[in-house]
T-cell receptor, first 115, second 116 residues
């Protein structure tokens, strides 16, 4: 079974600075998807970024980018120019390419932005 | 495009009472998921629908939980009777078969259930 590990329960960063959230996963599959979701206090899970494992290029979405290291099974999220609105829980998630389509989530990292 | 809609947003009930949650997915999304998120944890899948067929309900506690998606669009998740341990956030998500976004799940705002 796949597992997702987020080893940083909490992180904080000064406004306008850069922060990196860590995620590792365990799988025996070669093709899969990885995601970062943001969950603010409203509790809605908002998609931040997605990565297909068969693509070597790291995904980017504006101020958000990932460092995908397939061999190391690592998928970190970098947030540049942090803003107060980035404060939230961040969840890393894994999904197989085919078959069982459920998302397997990590336990989350709570990100605090310091003004 | 409207997002995933869920209601109610909050529900407080006493144990042993029934409760139901409703979800309307994004238009055109044929796959619908119900997740449960306990405090301090990531969501865990309860059931997945492909159109009106429940294709993965292995994690659904069938003694007290039931779900339906009769016309392959909106869905209802029911708990009867509720237990204290059912207090959690219940999230609905949907996904599209479109290749452009294949594999991505879009979530609703969730229903926060408190069982007293």
């Amino acid at each position: 079974a796949q597992t997702v590990t987020q080893s940083q329960p909490e992180m904080s960063v000064q406004e306008a600075e850069t922060v990196t959230l860590s995620c590792t996963y365990d799988t025996s599959e070669s093709d899969y998807y990885l995601f970062w979701y943001k969950q603010p206090p409203s509790r809605q899970m908002i998609l931040v970024i997605r990565q297909e494992a068969y693509k070597q290029q790291n995904a980017t979405e504006n101020r958000f980018s990932v460092n995908f290291q397939k061999a190391a099974k690592s998928f970190s999220l970098k947030i540049s120019d942090s803003q107060l609105g980035d404060a939230a829980m961040y969840f890393c998630a894994y999904r197989t390419l085919f078959g069982n389509e459920k998302l397997t989530f990590g336990t989350g990292t709570r990100l605090t932005i310091i003004p | 495009e409207a997002g995933v809609v869920q209601s109610p947003r909050y529900k407080i009930i006493e144990k042993k009472q029934p409760v139901a949650f409703w979800c309307n997915p994004i238009s055109g999304h044929n796959t619908l998921y119900w997740y449960r998120q306990n405090l301090g944890q990531g969501p865990e899948l309860l059931i997945r629908y492909e159109n009106e067929e429940a294709v993965d309900d292995s994690q659904l506690p069938k003694d007290r939980f039931s779900a339906e998606r009769l016309k392959g669009v909106d869905s209802t998740l029911k708990i009867q009777p509720a237990e204290l341990g059912d207090s959690a956030v219940y999230l609905c998500a949907s996904s599209s078969p479109s290749l452009a976004v294949y594999g991505t799940q879009y979530f609703g705002p969730g229903t926060r259930l408190l069982v007293l």
